[in-house]
């Protein structure tokens, strides 16, 4: 399993957000929000050093979103927000209308034939490339933090 255990602990009412955008629940708008976040994550210079990281994590929150919250129905919305505090590194929200899911059940796909899985790892990269990663409103919004 993977562990979400840990708490984030950045105060979000102290961040000013940055960037906000509500996507269509296809993939074919992934690649446009995520190139518009990732030109604000540089301007803002939060996440100096750590983009790929960034873009990875957002990458893969909204396609889990679109997949699994959206069942890739084009009539249902995901939302992305950026904020950002210089003190406190940069906050990615992103939310989808899905029945959502508990990240503990989710198997490692590290371990045993899950290596050779094509799918199931979006989670567990999040987990790895972020510094804090917690699920709210039943899985159904991923709260993902780089510190600075």
Same mark, same amino acid.
């Given at each position: ?12 009412? !102290? ?10 629940g ?12 990732m ?6 210079g ?18 889990? !979103? ?12 995901v939302?992305?927000s /950026? ?9 990615i /929200?992103?939310?989808?209308p ?5 990240? !503990?059940?989710i198997p ?8 050779y899985a ?11 490339l972020?510094?804090?990663?917690r ?14």
């Amino acid at each position: 399993m993977i562990d979400v255990s840990s708490r984030c602990e950045f105060d979000p009412e !102290a961040m000013s957000l940055r960037f906000e955008r509500t996507i269509p629940g296809s993939v074919d708008a992934i690649p446009l929000v995520v190139g518009e976040a990732m030109r604000v994550v540089r301007e803002m210079g939060c996440a100096s050093g750590a983009e790929f990281e960034v873009e990875v994590a957002i990458t893969e929150a909204l396609a889990n !979103a679109v997949a699994h919250g959206c069942g890739h129905d084009p009539c249902k919305l995901v939302t992305i927000s /950026v904020q950002c505090d210089p003190s406190q590194g940069i906050l990615i /929200v992103v939310r989808d209308p899905g029945t959502g899911f508990d990240p !503990a059940n989710i198997p490692s796909p590290v371990v045993g034939e899950r290596i050779y899985a094509s799918h199931g790892r979006g989670v567990f990269l999040i987990t790895e490339l972020m510094d804090e990663v917690r699920y709210e409103k039943n899985g159904t919004e991923i709260w993902m933090r780089k510190k600075p």
